[in-house]
């Protein structure tokens, strides 16, 4: 076993924590309101689309953000880009299954929802900056 293998984190100790927590509390709000206030087809359609947003961001963090030091580099290098191209087949194959087999489904509702989702993306360093300021 290498060095850096032992120092991999948990996934409630990585620097993005809190923007996935953040996208899971919007996710379940928007999915919520939406059922609230417009029927259930397209609360669980928003609940689908922040979900296919969710999980890939979930497995992507796991990925690139599981070694720390300086001589984990490469591995950090090779985790980023494998976690990259699994976020984005597992977004795919996410997305093949909700249209393939959730009927009736609401499309406006699932890429709204998505797209609000992978928005909190844009506030990651304010999260992220508030945490290691803590």
């Known amino acids: ?46 609940l689908l689309g922040g979900l296919i947003a969710l999980l890939p961001n979930i497995y992507f963090a796991h990925k690139a953000f599981r070694f720390s030091g300086a001589r984990a580099a490469q591995a950090i290098v090779r985790s980023f880009y494998a976690g990259e191209a699994g976020k984005l087949i597992f977004t795919s194959v996410l997305f093949a299954l909700a249209f393939a087999g959730v009927k009736p ?23 992220i900056k508030k945490r290691i300021s803590n």
């Open 105 to 127: 489904l609401n499309p406006l509702s699932l890429f709204g929802v998505f797209m609000l989702t992978q928005g909190v993306g844009w506030f990651a360093p304010l999260l």
């Open 1 to 46: 076993m290498v060095d850096y293998e032992r120092k991999r984190l948990p996934l409630h100790r990585i620097a993005v924590f809190p923007v996935l927590l953040t996208q899971l509390a919007l996710l379940l709000a928007a999915a919520v309101v939406l059922w609230q206030w417009i029927d259930h087809v397209a609360g669980y359609s928003g």
